[in-house]
Every structure is written in C-alpha cells, then in structure tokens.
T-cell receptor, first 114, second 116 residues
Framework: NAGVTQTPKFQVLKTGQSMTLQCAQDMNHEYMSWYRQDPGMGLRLIHY???????DQGEVPNGYNVSRSTTEDFPLRLLSAAPSQTSVYFC?????????????FGPGTRLTVL | AQSVAQPEDQVNVAEGNPLTVKCTYSVSGNPYLFWYVQYPNRGLQFLLKYITGDNLVKGSYGFEAEFNKSQTSFHLKKPSALVSDSALYFC??????????????FGTGTRLKVLA
C-alpha cells in the first residue's frame, strides 16, 4: 500500500491564481480530511469527508473547496490564492469511527503564495 | 464544541529522564483522545489513543498516556527520554456532531527537545 499520497510536494503561486492540491489513499478509508499547519497555530481543519459524496467544513474553510466523487480521492481547490494561504497542507484518512479511527497522514504540500 | 489545549509550546528534558507532555480537553460526553508525533519535514504519525477502558494507554516507541477524567487531562509520558524522541507532539480529540458525522480537532502542538 502507498498509504496517503499528496501532490505536488511544493508549489509557488501568485496572488489570484487557482490550483488543486491532490490527495489519494489506497486503504479504502471512508474518512478523509485536509489540514493546514502554520507556526504557533498547530493543525487546523479545513474540510473533511465521511464518505464519497459527503463533505463538510472544518475550522478554516474560507477560500477552499473540496469534493469527494470517489472513496480514494479528496482534492482541495484554492479558488483565488492569497498570501494568507501560504502554509503546509496535510491530507489524512481513516476508517470509519469507533475503535479503528487512527488517522494516516500524507507527507504534506508546502504552498507559498506571493 | 470539543477542544484540546497544550499549555506548553516547548518541553526540554535530559536524555534518560522521564518526560511529560501535557494535554487537557474539553468535551461533552465520552472523549476520544489521541496523540500524534511529527518529525521534521514529515507528516504526522499516530502514537496512541484512548477510547474506553484502562486509564493508562500504551502506544508506539515506549510512549504511554494517562487519561484523568477528574482533571480532564490526557498527558503523554515516557519513563526514559531518548534524543530521537525530539519532535513536535500533537494532542487531538474526536468531535462527534449530532448528525452523526465527526471530525478531529488538534491542539497547537508541543515541541519536545531531548538534550544529550
């Protein structure tokens, strides 16, 4: 198993540009989520999904869109990049709740918005 | 809403000494609590979790955590620290919504430095 994969690893954008961060998992996990990590702020939840076709907002959803058309993929779209979105982005997945809800994290995408 | 707090930005400990990384929680109902570790330039890795049962939970790499309901705490501990334990540690809680969906909320992280 590859686990959770994220592409790209690094990205530089100009203000106003749009892009999609890709996330895929091959563990047949129902739950997937996106976080951003900023110094002193810890990990903040952007969006999450409990299954294909179901998404919901986390703590900091503004400026980001998600969709979940398949169990495997959970892309994060930046609609119009802003310098405040400079961050490291992590995707995570886990099986359905209960005693098995350990999250597996991808390696991250480091995004810089100029 | 559920939340966790990590009151220390950084903890320094000498190699071989016991270490504690603190976490307190605020939840309604029974808490689902987790500890994760992040090494430099890596994603987070699961260490251990408390769902129900024994208050002392054992996890990976010799770490354990003590669930204390009266003090609403879930402190991470290790009897003898190693230099290789130096990393960023996150406490997290599972927040279950009335709709039945759920999400995970993370603390701000504590940087552990183990000094040789």
């Amino acid at each position: 198993n590859a686990g959770v994969t994220q592409t790209p690893k690094f990205q530089v954008l100009k203000t106003g540009q749009s892009m999609t961060l890709q996330c895929a998992q091959d563990m047949n996990h129902e739950y997937m989520s996106w976080y951003r990590q900023d110094p002193g702020m810890g990990l903040r939840l952007i969006h999450y999904s409990v299954g294909a076709g179901i998404t919901d907002q986390g703590e900091v959803p503004n400026g980001y869109n998600v969709s979940r058309s398949t169990t495997e993929d959970f892309p994060l779209r930046l609609l119009s990049a802003a310098p405040s979105q400079t961050s490291v982005y992590f995707c995570a997945s886990s099986s359905a709740g209960g005693r098995t809800d350990t999250q597996y994290f991808g390696p991250g995408t480091r995004l810089t918005v100029l | 809403a559920q939340s966790v707090a990590q009151p220390e930005d950084q903890v320094n400990v000498a190699e071989g000494n016991p270490l504690t990384v603190k976490c307190t929680y605020s939840v309604s109902g029974n808490p689902y609590l987790f500890w994760y570790v992040q090494y430099p330039n890596r994603g987070l890795q699961f260490l251990l979790k408390y769902i129900t049962g024994d208050n002392l939970v054992k996890g990976s790499y010799g770490f354990e955590a003590e669930f204390n309901k009266s003090q609403t705490s879930f402190h991470l501990k290790k009897p003898s620290a190693l230099v290789s334990d130096s990393a960023l540690y996150f406490c997290a809680v599972r927040d279950i919504k009335t709709s039945g969906t759920y999400k995970y909320i993370f603390g701000t992280g504590t940087r552990l430095k183990v000094l040789a």
